[in-house]
T-cell receptor, first 109, second 115 residues
Framework: EDQVTQSPEALRLQEGESSSLNCSYT??????LFWYRQDPGKGPEFLFT???AGEEKEKERLKATLTKKESFLHITAPKPEDSATYLC??????????FGSGTRLSIRP | DARVTQTPRDKVTEMGQEVTMRCQPI?????VFWYRQTMMQGLELLAY????????DSGMPKDRFSAEMPDATLATLKIQPSEPRDSAVYFC?????????????FGPGTRLLVL
């Protein structure tokens, strides 16, 4: 059964304290792994798409990596404005899309 | 700055009433997705269209939910009759589904409360 698990559920960091969020997945025929950021009361905002193991993408303080079983979202020297829920999703070869439950990230000044 | 738009943003209705939510995908996108988000279940895919044709609506309760795309600029999600358990935020997303690009862009959502 296709499944996406994100950890931790919640993460509190001090401003400038780097860390990583994990997205573990099992899917039949990966057709893409997606990272989104969601602020309260808003729709998910697209961050990255990764398609194959070994691929990496960066945007400002965020870097996403992908292996055959999991993806990491690394956040370097975070700022309070990086506080949000980060969602991971996978798309299978059958075009099924499954979202994880998200990681709530809080950055203290 | 192209965006997905959704109306209404908020809807309060009574159990048994019909609810219609509308979505305008980004111009040029050929896929449209409807999602439901609740605290308990997270984001769930309800239905998925490509080139206006429904490809997958297995996540949608068939007896009361229906999704259509009357034209390329409008997607609708209807609930009839609505029930309190339908209370959630409903998101529409669109994308350009080519061989190398599968990204979806989300609208702001419709917050539905069924009393």
């Amino acid at each position: 059964e296709d499944q996406v698990t994100q950890s931790p559920e919640a993460l509190r960091l001090q401003e400038g304290e780097s860390s990583s969020l994990n997205c573990s997945y099992t899917v039949s025929g990966l057709r893409g792994l997606f990272w989104y950021r969601q602020d309260p009361g808003k729709g998910p905002e697209f961050l990255f798409t990764l398609y194959s193991a070994g691929e990496e993408k960066e945007k400002e303080r965020l870097k996403a990596t992908l292996t055959k079983k999991e993806s990491f979202l690394h956040i370097t020297a975070p700022k309070p404005e990086d506080s949000a829920t980060y969602l991971c999703a996978v798309r299978s070869s059958a075009s099924k899309i499954i979202f994880g439950s998200g990681t709530r990230l809080s950055i203290r000044p | 700055d192209a965006r997905v738009t959704q109306t209404p943003r908020d809807k309060v209705t009574e159990m048994g009433q019909e609810v219609t939510m509308r979505c305008q995908p980004i111009l040029g996108h050929n896929t449209v997705f409807w999602y439901r988000q609740t605290m308990m279940q997270g984001l769930e895919l309800l239905a998925y269209f490509r080139n206006r044709a429904p490809l997958d609506d297995s996540g949608m309760p068939k007896d009361r939910f229906s999704a259509e795309m009357p034209d390329a600029t409008l997607a609708t999600l209807k609930i009839q009759p609505s029930e309190p358990r339908d209370s959630a935020v409903y998101f529409c997303a669109s994308g350009l589904d080519s061989s190398g690009e599968k990204t979806q862009y989300f609208g702001p959502g419709t917050r539905l409360l069924v009393l």
